[in-house]
């Protein structure tokens, strides 16, 4: 198992920026591909982003794309998911979540990734 740290997370206003952070410990970071999830109240868990282990690929959820970025440093074990333009659709708790490597398909689903980290809200206010 990986263990996972998020932090970052706060209030903000509408339009504004955040950037969350995701330690990792207790594998090797690079043979994980990195995914963010959320979760609003009484919601299903959302994929959000995922980077693969190879740190080439980096794949968005529909909500996100061109707002949000994912990505990976490798050498400090940490994996950041960058998010402008902030609307109040996007509170919820974010989660970390490592999936092992693969070829092909990167991972999207929850059920795909076997470590996660205890979350962090993220509250949006209009």
């Known amino acids: 198992q990986v263990q996972l740290v998020e932090s970052g997370g706060g209030l903000v206003q509408a339009g504004g920026s955040l950037r969350l952070s995701c330690a990792a410990s207790?594998?090797?970071?690079?043979?994980?591909?990195m995914g963010w999830f959320r979760q609003a109240p009484g919601k299903e868990r959302d994929f959000v982003a995922v980077?693969?282990?190879?740190?080439?690929?980096?794949y968005y959820g529909d909500s996100v794309k061109g707002r949000f970025t994912i990505s990976r440093d490798n050498a400090k074990n940490t994996v950041f998911l960058l998010m402008n333009s902030l609307k109040p659709e996007d509170t919820a708790v974010y989660y970390c979540?490592?999936?092992?490597?693969?070829?092909?398909?990167?991972?999207?689903?929850?059920?795909?990734?076997?470590?996660w980290g205890q979350g962090t809200q993220v509250t949006v206010s209009s």
């Open positions: 980077a693969s282990w190879t740190n080439l690929r980096t």
């Open positions: 979540a490592a999936a092992f490597k693969r070829v092909g398909v990167l991972p999207t689903a929850p059920t795909e990734f076997g470590s």
């Open positions: 207790g594998r090797t970071f690079s043979d994980y591909s």
